[in-house]
């Protein structure tokens, strides 16, 4: 079987609540190898809380220093740019000087959107969608308002909007993350999950937990969709041509 492509991952060191050194940076690339990545988008975080990178050349230029280090050590993992990108004033200036750091450089750019305070962000992905940038939510599982709405899923699924759930939601889990469980697995089987990927942060407690999230997919869902969600999505996702003949996961309508 192909690796795992894992578009959403904290592994660059120094920039946000990832890893801290160039060390713990190399750690979590090993973890993510042994847990069958192959390909990983490096998103940190940008213009939240926990963000020290504000430019996508600096995640360009800390990219290129965790490539030579990890072929320095022997670990093989194909390793691409990015950002969670938290819902800000600055996106379409960012769009404006061709600097907003989408998945790969490609079309697709991770969003993050607060998770406890509704927002209407139609006009917002409209605007984006103008501009041939597709937008995929992280981790909605975590949205506490979706109780009540899920029509609203439909209305975003409409203007081509993916959604990513992270492995561990789908797996049994204490505290605040464990509450995400049920929800996690409402998006896989009402069809509106796109994409599953990793969320790491660490090799502890938000270590990379594909596999196991991968295993009980197949078996919950079937292997074919499984697979979907955790290889060949993601892999259209970082492509960086147009993408109109690829499929997403949601009732089988077309991304482009
Ligand atoms: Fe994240």
Redesign the pocket.
Known sequence: MQGFIDI?C?CLPDLDDGPEDMEQAIALCRALVEDGIETVVA?P?MFNSFSDATDIQIVLHVVDQLRVRLQTEGVTLNLLPGA?VTLNDQIFDLLKRGQLPTLNQGQFLLL?IPSSLYMDITTILEKLNDHGIRCIL??PERWGYLKKNWAVLDRWTKLGVGFQISASSLLTGAGWFGRMKSPAWQFVEKGYATVIAS?AHDIQDRRPRMRQAYRILAKRIGTARALQLCIHNPQCLIRKDRLSEHRNSVNGESLG
Do not use: C, I, Q, S
């Open positions: 959403h904290h998103t975080h969670e993050e992280a981790h969320d």
